[in-house]
C-alpha cells in the first residue's frame, strides 16, 4: 500500500506540539502521544500494578481511559450579532495532522488535496453529520439554560497543504435587552474521543456594528466534567446588553 507524501511527513516528524488552550506557547508533548522504547519487565510489572490498582479503585473506569482522545482539534470562534441582538456563532475548526491524512485518504476522491463540492457533501454527511446528537460537540447554555443546537449552516470543509479545515455556522438567535444576557459555549466531546481546544492566537472574535456592549472570557469551565469526571472543558463566558 502506497503512503501519501503528507502522512510520510506526519510519521517522520512524529507528535505536533500539544497545546494549553488560550496560553501562547507549547506545552511539552504528552506521555501519551511520545513514542518510547518497549518496557522491561520491572516496567512492564509497574504499569501493570498500576493499572490494576486504578480498576480496583475506580471500577467504573476501564481500559478506554488511556486511549483517548484520538483526535486534537484547534477552534476559531466568531460571534455573530444583527440588529436584534445575539445571531450565531461562526466556528472554525483545524484538525491534527493523522485526522486529516484520514479524512483526505478516505474522501478526497480525485487526490487533487481539494475538497470539491461533491466531496464536501460526502464529508458533512459521512464525517461531520454523525455528532449532531452531541449538539455538533458545541454546547451553549442561555442564562444557565441548554440550548439544543438542532442545525448548522454553512458548512465547507478544506484542505490547507494537507491540514483539513471545518467551517460551520450555529444559528442561535437571543434578543439583547437593558439588562445582560449570559452565553456560555464549550466545545466538548462528551465521550473525548476528539479533545477541542480554543486557538492560542486569536481565539475570538466579535462581528457586530456596535449596537451593544459585550464582555467575553475563556477559560475553563469548572461547572462541567467530562470523561469519567475527570477533564473539566473550555468555554467562552459571554455578556452582552444594549447600550445606553
Known sequence: MQTSPHLRKVLKT??????NPCMNRALPTPRFMETTPRPGKRTALAAGLCFFFAL???PGISGRVLAHPHVFIEQHLAVVFDDKGL???RV??????MFSVMIAEDFDG????IID????????EKAFGYIAPQNYYIHVTIDDKPFAVKFITDFK????QGKLMYE???PCHVTAIDTPKTIRLAPYDPEYYSAIYFSPNAPLALDQNGDFHVETDIRIDKSTLIYYDMVNPWALFMDFRKKG
Open 56 to 58: 480496583v479503585l475506580f
Open 87 to 89: 445571531a450565531g456563532f
Open 92 to 97: 472554525s475548526w483545524a484538525f491534527d495532522d
Open 157 to 160: 470543509a478544506t484542505l490547507d
Open 117 to 124: 463540492p461533491e466531496e464536501n457533501k460526502i464529508i458533512r
Open 110 to 113: 480525485n487526490k487533487n488535496g
Open 14 to 19: 512524529g507528535p505536533v506540539p500539544y497545546y
Open 168 to 170: 460551520f455556522f450555529i
